[in-house]
């Protein structure tokens, strides 16, 4: 996968001036999910650091229940506390997993950070065993840097 060829088409999303941010958002996660064929569900989660809870934002892929994940619970959960990027490349071997789908095999979890600050993370899941490189977590920290610019 050469994710350099995908970065013009998502600075071209997050910079659409006819968009609100939501709008934006989605766009970008059915961009990734169209043009990574092993991205299966691309969604993102924001925190919201009084309750310490993380909400479900724009997403593509299967309907989920998991709208409310506390911090410290699940893959996202742990990586609202941790502020470091997450990749499981077995989610049958994760002990704080929280299933979404039996088809889901992998997951990668990078925070989103505006000033400095955690304020949520892009969520992605495979149905793929083990997908994820390093070129993966390179290219989804632009991704959010990039999104992070709407805040």
């Given at each position: ?9 998502i ?32 969604g ?30 699940g ?55 083990d ?21």
């Open positions: 996968m050469n994710f350099e060829n995908l970065k013009p088409g600075i071209e999303i997050l910079q659409n001036p006819s968009q609100d941010r939501e709008e934006k958002l989605q766009n970008l996660c059915q961009f990734l999910q169209d043009q990574v064929s092993y991205y299966n569900w691309v993102f989660y924001f925190a919201n650091t009084d309750n310490q809870t993380l909400h479900l934002g724009p997403y593509v892929g299967a309907p989920t229940d998991h709208t409310v994940i506390p911090f410290g619970k893959i996202c959960g742990q990586v609202a506390v941790s502020n470091q990027n997450f990749v499981v490349p077995d989610v049958s071997a994760q002990d704080n997993y929280i299933a979404c789908s039996f088809t889901v095999k992998s997951e990668i979890v990078v925070p989103l950070f505006v000033n400095g600050e955690n304020i949520g993370q892009i969520d992605i899941d495979s149905h793929v065993l997908p994820f490189s390093e070129s993966d977590e390179r290219f989804l920290e632009f991704v959010n840097k990039e999104v992070a610019k709407l805040f």
